[in-house]
C-alpha cells in the first residue's frame, strides 16, 4: 500500500518534470533565430508567402497558445508530423520553392520509432563494453584503495574522461577502419557497424563506472556482515559475489539513471561522425533543419526515459534494498 | 564542526600538495596555460597568416618537414602550434569562464532553493529535474542551432546546460548547514536571509563544490570541442580545437597530422586538468565527507 | 592581359587537352548515338548501381520547381529529354537526339521537332506532341520556380509526332531552345493537368523508373519498356551522403560504385588506394562570389571592382588544386559563348585601394562589417577558399566576416528579395546541363530575373537582349563574347572566382557510364563487372 502509494507519487512528479522539459525546449525554439517557414517553403519564396505560411501554420500566436495546441495534440498520443520529411521522402535542400506541395510529411513518432532500435543496441553494447572493461578494475581498486590497481584504475579514467569522442571516433575511423581495414564503421549495413562505434562510447562512460563501482566497494568492504561473513568461515571470493556484487548495484544503477542523459549525448556526437542511423543523427539534422516538432519529440522521448528509468532503478533498489527508501 | 573557510581551502590544497603527481601536474598546467597566453603573441608566426604554397607541411622529423613549423602546417599552410597554442587559448577561456558562471549561479539557486523549503524549492528543484533529463548537446544545438554564436553565447549556453547539478549540491549542503547552530544564532542576532546566505553560508559551501568543479572544466573544454566540431562553436577565422578538427576531417588520410596535433594538445591539458581536479577531489572527500 | 593570367591560361589549355584525353578514354564507347545502339539486345548483369550523391533531392518531384543540381541528376535517369548534349571538350555543341529524332530551324521564331515513335512513359502511357507541348508551355511559365526558359513558349501540335516551338509572340529567336533542349525534361501532359500527381512521383520515359523513397536512399529499377531496350543494370540507387570523407570511405570500402564532388585529397587516396578509374571534366559551372547589389555597399560599382582587385585568383586554383580552373568571363570554360576578357580585373592592392577611395571608404574606413556567406559540405573547399578570400579582402582594410553555414541554412538565404538578400556577399555555383549561357548570364543578370544578385541595370538588360534576340548563331556568339561578357566583367555583379572541375570517382567494372560535364548521367547502356 505504502509502495504503490510512492509509486504513483513519482510518477505524478515524473510527469511534471517530462512537461517542463518539453516546454523548455518549446520555448527555446521559438525564441532563439531561425524561421521554420524559411526552411519549409525554400529560399526562393517571397517573404510574404514565408509570413502567410506561419501564420497558417499558428507559428505567430503566443507561444502558451501553441503548446496548449500541442499538448492536446501530445495527450491523443499524436506527435505531430515532420516540416521537413515527407512521408516516404529525404528532406528538401538548397533553394527549393516547395510551397505548393502537398506531400504527406511523415509522423514524427514513427521517425523516432524508426531510429531508437539502433540508438538503444549502440547504447546496449557500449553499456556492456565499459561494464565488462570497469568491473575489474573498479572492484580491485575498491577492494585494495592504495594498491598498484587503484592506481592504475585512476590513471585510465583520467586519460578516458580526456579524451574528447568525436576526436576518438575520427582517429579509431582512420586507423581501424580504413587503414587496417578491419572493422566497417561509416553507416550501417549490419551489427559489426555497431562495435566501434559503441567503443567510443564506452571510453567515455567507463571514468564513471570505475569510480562508482571502487567506491562502492571500498564502503561496503568496510561494513560489518563482510566482517561477520569472515567469522562464518566463507572465503573472500564468496562473500564479494554474495553479498558485496549486490549492494554495490544500487550505486550502479542509481549512476545509470544519472548518466543516461550523458550517453545520450554521446550518441548524438558518434552518430554524426560515423553516420550511424539512429536517433543521435536525426537529432542533428533535425535541428540544423529547425524541425520544430521533431525536436519536440525527440526532446520529450528522452525526458520520458529518463524519467521512467530512474523510476525503475528506484523501484528496483528498493526491492533490493528496503532500507534504503528514501 | 566550525571551521573558517580559508583554513578548509587550505586543508584541502595542502593535503593534495602532498602527491607529487599533483604537484608536476599544476605546474605543468601552468606552464601551458603562460605558454598558450604569452607564446602566440612574441612568436614572428601569426596563427592567421595564411602561406598557400606551404600547405600540409607535415610535423618535424617526418618526410618534408620545415623547421619553421614544428607541428606541421594545415591547408591554407597555417603554422598548427600557433593554431593549436590559439585554440587552446580559447578552450580555457570557455572552460573557465563558463565553469565560474555556473558555479556561482547554480549555488546561489540551490542555496536559496535549500533555505526557503517552499514551493520556490520545489519548482527550481522540478526545473533541474527537467533540465538534466535532456542530453546537454540536445539542449545547446537547439539554441545555437542556426544561429552563428559568439564566445559569450557560448559561454552562457555552456553554464546554462551545467547549472543544476550544482543547484542540487549547494542545496543538499545548505539544508544540512540551516539548522545548524551558527545560522540559528544569527538569526536570533536579527540578521535576515540574505545577510544569512552572503556571509556566513556561501563562504562554507562555495570552496568544497570549487575544488570539485575543476574537473567539470575539462568537461566543458570537451564540449566546447564538440560545439566547435559540429559547426556551432566559435566562428571562423579564430581557430578552435572542434573546429580545426572538424576541418580536418576530410585531410586525414592525407595528412593526418592536422586533425590529430590540436587533439593531441586537448587530450594532455584535460589530463593535467582531470589530474588536479580528482586529486582535489579525494583530498576534499577525506576532509570534508563524500557526498558531494 | 597580365604575365600571369597567361600563365594561368595555359595550364588550362593543358588540362583541358589532359582532361579531354581522360574523358574520352572513359567513355570508349560512342554510347549516345541511339540510333545506332537502337536494337542491340542487352544482356542483364546482375549487380546495382549505387551512386553516393552529395545532394539530398527535394521530396518534390516536379523539375519545374527546384534548382537542385541533385535532383537534375536524379531526373537523368528517370526522365526522357528531346535530345542529350554530352558536351565533350572536344566538340562541347554535338546534340544527340533522344526524344526528337529531327530538329529543323522554320524560321527565326519557330523551331521543328520531329518526335520518336513507340516511346512510352513509365506508366504505360504513350509519348506524343501533346506531352512535349505540355511540359514547355507549363515549365515556360514566369511562375515557376526553376526558371529555365529564355522566356515563354506557344508549341504547336502539327501532327502526332511534330511540335513547333513558337516565340514570336514573346519576341525572342526560337532557336535558343536548340540547346535548351538537351535540358528540359518532358512530362506526361497528364501530370502537368495534374501538377500534384507530377509533384507526388515522377513519370518519365528514362532508362529507370522511380520505385520508392527509402530514407536517404532513391531507388529506381530498369525501365523494360525502355525504347533503346531494357538497360543491363537492373537496379540504381541514388544515396544522399552529405560528408565528402563518408563518401570517400564507402566508395574504397565497395559501398558505392560511384561518388561525385571529390576533392583533391581524396581523389590521391582514390588513386592510391587502386581499382577505381576517375573522370574528372571541366564542368559548366563557374564559381562565383555574388554582391548583393540591389543595397549598401555594393549598390556602388566601385565596391565591387575593389573587391574583384582584392582577390588572388592564382591563390585560389592553388587551394583547389585539380578541383579548379582557370575562367576568364561570367560563363564557365565549356559554355557557348565562352571568351577570356581582356582586362579582367587582377589581383592588386593598389587599384583595389584606388577604387576603395573612389567609393568613398579610403583604406576601407567608414565601411560595416560585411557579411560573407558561404555553404560547407556540397562544393569542394568553400570554407577553404572562403578563409582565404576573408583573409584576402580585412588585409585591405575591408572589414569581412565570414559566415561558414550547413547547406539547408546556406540555401534559404542564397536568393534575392526585396530589399536585398541576406549578407553582401555569397558564394555559390551555377550549373546547367548545356551549353546555352543565358540560363546563367540572363538568369542572374537581367533585371527580370536577377536570381542572387538583385542587380538592376539598363546597358546589361539591353546587352542581354540583343545577344538574345541575334539573327543567327555565328552573330549572337560574337555580340556574346564582344560585347555581353566585357560588359559583366566591367559591371562585375558577381566576381567569376574559377570554373568547377567535376570529380567523379567510380569502381573500375562500372563500364559505360556516361556524366555530363554538370554532373548528370547515362547509364542506359552501363553495365558493372
Known amino acids: ?326 | 564542526m566550525k571551521l573558517e573557510d580559508s583554513s578548509l581551502s587550505k586543508k584541502i590544497f595542502y593535503d593534495s600538495w602532498q602527491n607529487n603527481f599533483f604537484k608536476f601536474s599544476v605546474i605543468f598546467f601552468l606552464f601551458i596555460c603562460l605558454f598558450a597566453f604569452i607564446y602566440p603573441e612574441i612568436s614572428a608566426i601569426k596563427a592567421e597568416k595564411m602561406n598557400i604554397k606551404s600547405k600540409f607541411l607535415p610535423p618535424i622529423f617526418f618526410e618534408g618537414f620545415s623547421w619553421t613549423h614544428i607541428l606541421g602546417t594545415d591547408q591554407l599552410g597555417r603554422d598548427m602550434l600557433m593554431r593549436c597554442l590559439v585554440g587552446l587559448r580559447f578552450s580555457l577561456i570557455i572552460g573557465f569562464a563558463s565553469v565560474f558562471i555556473m558555479l556561482l549561479f547554480g549555488c546561489l539557486v540551490g542555496i536559496i532553493s535549500g533555505f526557503k523549503s517552499s514551493w520556490v524549492d520545489v519548482i527550481i528543484m522540478r526545473i533541474t529535474d527537467a533540465q538534466l533529463s535532456i542530453p546537454m548537446v540536445i539542449l545547446a544545438i537547439s539554441i545555437l542551432g542556426v544561429s552563428r554564436p559568439n564566445l559569450a553565447s557560448i559561454i552562457l549556453v555552456l553554464a546554462l546546460s551545467g547549472w543544476p547539478l550544482y543547484a542540487r549540491v549547494s542545496r543538499s549542503m545548505a539544508l544540512i548547514e540551516r539548522d545548524k547552530e551558527y545560522v540559528r544564532g544569527a538569526r536570533i542576532l536579527g540578521a535576515n536571509d540574505f545577510r544569512i546566505i552572503f556571509f556566513l553560508v556561501i563562504p562554507i559551501i562555495l570552496p568544497p563544490i570549487a575544488f570539485v568543479s575543476v574537473l567539470d572544466i575539462a568537461r566543458m573544454m570537451i564540449f566546447e570541442a564538440i560545439l566547435g566540431f559540429l559547426g556551432l562553436g566559435v566562428q571562423p577565422p579564430t581557430p578552435t580545437f572542434g573546429n580545426i578538427i572538424a576541418d580536418a576531417r576530410k585531410y586525414l588520410i592525407n595528412a593526418w597530422w592536422i586533425a590529430t596535433m590540436p587533439g593531441i594538445f586537448l587530450v594532455i591539458t584535460l589530463v593535467t586538468l582531470n589530474f588536479i581536479g580528482s586529486t582535489l577531489e579525494k583530498s576534499k572527500n577525506k576532509i570534508f565527507g563524500e557526498g558531494i | 592581359m597580365s604575365k600571369k593570367i597567361k600563365f594561368s591560361r595555359r595550364k588550362f589549355m593543358k588540362f583541358m587537352a589532359k582532361s579531354g584525353l581522360g574523358a574520352a578514354a572513359l567513355t570508349s564507347a560512342p554510347m549516345l548515338n541511339h540510333n545506332f545502339l537502337y536494337n542491340s539486345a542487352f544482356a542483364a548483369s546482375g549487380k546495382p548501381l549505387i551512386f553516393a550523391a552529395a545532394e539530398a533531392l527535394t521530396g518534390n518531384w516536379d523539375p519545374t520547381t527546384h534548382t537542385n543540381l541533385g535532383q537534375l541528376i536524379f531526373e537523368s535517369y528517370v526522365f526522357g529529354y528531346l535530345t542529350r548534349c554530352p558536351m565533350k571538350p572536344e566538340n562541347p555543341t554535338q546534340l544527340n537526339f533522344e526524344l526528337a529524332t529531327e530538329a529543323t530551324e522554320i524560321d527565326k521564331f519557330t523551331l521543328e521537332f520531329k518526335l520518336r515513335d513507340g516511346v512510352t512513359f513509365h506508366n504505360g502511357k504513350p509519348f506524343g506532341a501533346e506531352d512535349v507541348k505540355a511540359t514547355y508551355e507549363y515549365g515556360s511559365q514566369p511562375d515557376r520556380p526553376a526558371q529555365w526558359y529564355p522566356g515563354q513558349v506557344d508549341v504547336e501540335v502539327v501532327d502526332r509526332l511534330t511540335v513547333r516551338i513558337k516565340t514570336e509572340k514573346y519576341g525572342y529567336p526560337a532557336g535558343l531552345f536548340y540547346y535548351l533542349s538537351s535540358f528540359l525534361p518532358i512530362l506526361s501532359a497528364d501530370d502537368v493537368a495534374n501538377p500534384n500527381n507530377a509533384a507526388s512521383r515522377p513519370n518519365g520515359t528514362g532508362a529507370f523508373k522511380f520505385v520508392e523513397q527509402d530514407g536517404d536512399n532513391t531507388i529506381m529499377e530498369a525501365n523494360e519498356n525502355f525504347f533503346m531496350g531494357k538497360p543491363k543494370i537492373p537496379r540504381v540507387q541514388y544515396n544522399f551522403v552529405g560528408d565528402t570523407a563518408t563518401r570517400t570511405l564507402g566508395l574504397l570500402s565497395g559501398e558505392y560504385n560511384v561518388t561525385e564532388r571529390l576533392e583533391p585529397e581524396q581523389v590521391d587516396t582514390i588513386v592510391a588506394n587502386g581499382g577505381f578509374a576517375l573522370n574528372q571534366a571541366v564542368s559548366t559551372e563557374n564559381k562565383y562570389l555574388w554582391f548583393r547589389c540591389s543595397k549598401p555597399p555594393f549598390n556602388d560599382i566601385n565596391m565591387r571592382k575593389a573587391v574583384a582587385h582584392a582577390i588572388d585568383r592564382e591563390g585560389l586554383l592553388d587551394i583547389l588544386g585539380i578541383s579548379g580552373t582557370y575562367t576568364g568571363c561570367h560563363v564557365s570554360p565549356v559554355k557557348f559563348g565562352y571568351t577570356d576578357v581582356e582586362g579582367f580585373p587582377e589581383y592588386n592592392p593598389d587599384k583595389c585601394q584606388e577604387y576603395l577611395a573612389k567609393a568613398g571608404f579610403p583604406k576601407g574606413k567608414g565601411l560595416p562589417e560585411l557579411e560573407y556567406i558561404t555553404s560547407v559540405g556540397f562544393y569542394p573547399k568553400t570554407k577553404e577558399y572562403g578563409e582565404y578570400i576573408t583573409a584576402l579582402l580585412n588585409e585591405q582594410g575591408i572589414p569581412v566576416k565570414l559566415s561558414v553555414l550547413e547547406l539547408g541554412a546556406w540555401g534559404n538565404k542564397l536568393y534575392d528579395r526585396e530589399g536585398g538578400g541576406p549578407g553582401h556577399m555569397i558564394d555559390c555555383g551555377w550549373c546547367t546541363g548545356s551549353p546555352e549561357p543565358d540560363l546563367v548570364i540572363r538568369t542572374h543578370f537581367h533585371s527580370s530575373s536577377k536570381r542572387i544578385t538583385g542587380i538592376v541595370d539598363a546597358d546589361i538588360d539591353a546587352a542581354l537582349d540583343k545577344e538574345r534576340n541575334a539573327p543567327s548563331v555565328g552573330e549572337r556568339e560574337q555580340i556574346l563574347k564582344t560585347e555581353v561578357m566585357p560588359l559583366l566583367v566591367d559591371k562585375m555583379p558577381s566576381v567569376p572566382l574559377f570554373g568547377s572541375v567535376f570529380i567523379h570517382a567510380m569502381a573500375n567494372d562500372v563500364k559505360d557510364l556516361y556524366i555530363y560535364p554538370n554532373g548528370m548521367m547515362s547509364a542506359e547502356t552501363a553495365s558493372i563487372g
Open chain 1, 1 to 326: 500500500m505504502h509502495l504503490a502509494g510512492q509509486f504513483v507519487r513519482r510518477i505524478l512528479q515524473g510527469v511534471v518534470v517530462v512537461l517542463i522539459t518539453t516546454f523548455l525546449i518549446f520555448s527555446i525554439l521559438r525564441i532563439v533565430p531561425g524561421d521554420p517557414v524559411r526552411l519549409i517553403v525554400g529560399g526562393m519564396a517571397p517573404d510574404n508567402l514565408v509570413e502567410e505560411i506561419a501564420q497558417k501554420m499558428g507559428l505567430r500566436d503566443p507561444i502558451p497558445v501553441q503548446f496548449g495546441r500541442y499538448l492536446s495534440q501530445v495527450v491523443q498520443g499524436d506527435l505531430g508530423n515532420s516540416y521537413q520529411r515527407p512521408k516516404n521522402g529525404m528532406m528538401g535542400q538548397g533553394g527549393d520553392f516547395n510551397a505548393n506541395m502537398d506531400v504527406e510529411m511523415a509522423e514524427v513518432s514513427d521517425l523516432i520509432l524508426e531510429r531508437l532500435p539502433y540508438t538503444l543496441q549502440l547504447a546496449g553494447l557500449a553499456l556492456l563494453i565499459s561494464l565488462i572493461i570497469s568491473f575489474p578494475l573498479g572492484i580491485s581498486a575498491g577492494l585494495k584503495p592504495k594498491g598498484f590497481m587503484s592506481k592504475i584504475a585512476f590513471f585510465i579514467s583520467s586519460i578516458f574522461v580526456s579524451i574528447p569522442n568525436f576526436w576518438l571516433g575520427i582517429v579509431l575511423a582512420l586507423f581501424i577502419t580504413i587503414k587496417l581495414g578491419l572493422l566497417p564503421s561509416i553507416g550501417y549495413q549490419n551489427f559489426a557497424y555497431t562495435i566501434l562505434p559503441a567503443i567510443v562510447l564506452a571510453v567515455e562512460t567507463c571514468p564513471f563506472i570505475i569510480r562508482t563501482i571502487s567506491v562502492s566497494f571500498a564502503e561496503i568492504s568496510q561494513e560489518y556482515f563482510i566482517k561477520s561473513g569472515k567469522v562464518r568461515g566463507l572465503t573472500r571470493n564468496g562473500v564479494i559475489y554474495r553479498h558485496t556484487l549486490r549492494n554495490a548495484s544500487i550505486p550502479l544503477l542509481n549512476l545509470l539513471g544519472i548518466q543516461l542523459s550523458t550517453l545520450l549525448g554521446g550518441v548524438i556526437v558518434v552518430e554524426y561522425i560515423f553516420d550511424y542511423p539512429g536517433l543521435g543523427q536525426l537529432t542533428i539534422y533535425a535541428v540544423l533543419q529547425r524541425d520544430f516538432p521533431l525536436i519536440q519529440g525527440i526532446a520529450m522521448v528522452t525526458s520520458a526515459l529518463y524519467v521512467g528509468l530512474n523510476i525503475a532503478v528506484d523501484l528496483i533498489t528498493y526491492s533490493i534494498d528496503p532500507r534504503l527508501e528514501s
